[in-house]
């Protein structure tokens, strides 16, 4: 564990870790071979309580400051670990699987700097080492149905993925632990908004995500599913919510549902997972 300097920091780089494997590395390194500063970055590693080891070759690098957690605390929680013992002005979130451009922070930090009340620059995302976009910004949809643009100018939306993203700091927005893993990155958004901050995407800043393909998860059919219907509704009140939560549970749960298994037919073992994700979001929402 590297022990940080009291020397002027612009951009914090926070990684959340889970069994990312030896692919961590490479993360890391694209990382430490920015076009950017190294006295004015740091790199700060949050495991979530790896069985993989992934995190201990990091043991005695003097570039990475390692903060272990005793519990797995999700990609929210995780965060929220990394931007409390962070230090600089803006922070960028990267997944644990994904290679930022060489140029990406020089990038997104030029376009921070020109306007303060940018809250969150997101950018474009290759799927793994293809030129297929994976993220070229995103919409929200009711009810809480979110879809992947391919989008070639730089504008401002209301919500872009976190895989790799910059933020700023002094916004002061906290990740709602609740959601653990997904649609956490939707709520930042909306509440960065609602606080009169922008949310821009920039085109000409890539990174490449490895995402793993093919087959779900039972978390992702459980986290998808109970976040979604959390998100929409932690904002409503009353009669409101009521009437949301008896329309989703008769016509748009089974919409997304069918959606989901159609697409990728092996979800349907994950059935039992789902319906418990539907119960559960309720109960977040008394």
């Known amino acids: 564990m590297m022990r940080r300097s009291n020397r002027e920091i612009e951009v914090s780089f926070i990684i959340v870790n889970y069994n990312g494997g030896e692919f ?4 890391i390194d694209s990382i430490k071979n920015q076009d950017f500063p190294k006295n ?7 495991d979530n309580n ?3 080891g992934s995190p201990n070759i990091f043991l005695n690098d003097k570039e990475v400051f390692l903060i272990k957690s005793e519990n797995n605390l999700g990609f929210a929680g995780g965060n929220n670990l990394g931007i409390g013992k962070s230090s600089g002005k803006y922070l960028a979130l990267v997944n644990n699987d994904v290679i930022l451009n060489k140029d990406w922070t020089k990038i997104m930090v030029s376009k921070m700097n020109e306007d303060s009340r940018i809250g969150i620059a997101g950018n474009k995302i290759f799927l793994r080492d293809t030129k297929n976009i994976w993220h070229g910004g995103a919409k929200i949809f009711f009810p809480g149905f979110v879809k992947h643009m391919k989008l070639e100018v730089e504008c401002s939306l209301k919500f872009v993925t976190f895989a790799s993203v910059m933020i700023r700091k002094n916004a002061g927005i906290k990740f709602d632990e609740n959601y653990f893993l997904y649609y956490e990155d939707t709520d930042y958004c909306r509440e960065a908004i609602k606080r009169g901050l922008k949310v821009i995407y920039l ?15 039972p978390s992702e059919e459980y ?13 409503l009140n009353g009669l409101m919510k009521v009437l949301f939560l008896f329309g989703d549970i ?11 298994i159609i697409r990728q037919p092996n979800r349907i073992k994950y059935f039992g997972k789902i319906l418990r994700a539907r119960i559960d979001s309720i109960k977040m929402l008394k």
Do not use: C, M, Q, W
Request: proline content about 4%; charged content about 25%; aromatic content about 16%.
């Open 203 to 217: 085109p000409n800043a890539e990174s490449n995500h490895f995402i793993k393909s093919g087959r779900a998860s």
């Open 50 to 52: 790896s069985i993989d």
């Open 223 to 235: 986290y998808l599913n109970r976040n979604r219907v959390y998100y929409y509704a932690k904002e």
């Open 250 to 260: 008769i016509l748009f749960f089974p919409i997304f549902t069918l959606y989901r």
């Open 24 to 27: 961590l590395k490479k993360v």
């Open 40 to 46: 004015k970055r740091e790199i700060l590693l949050v």
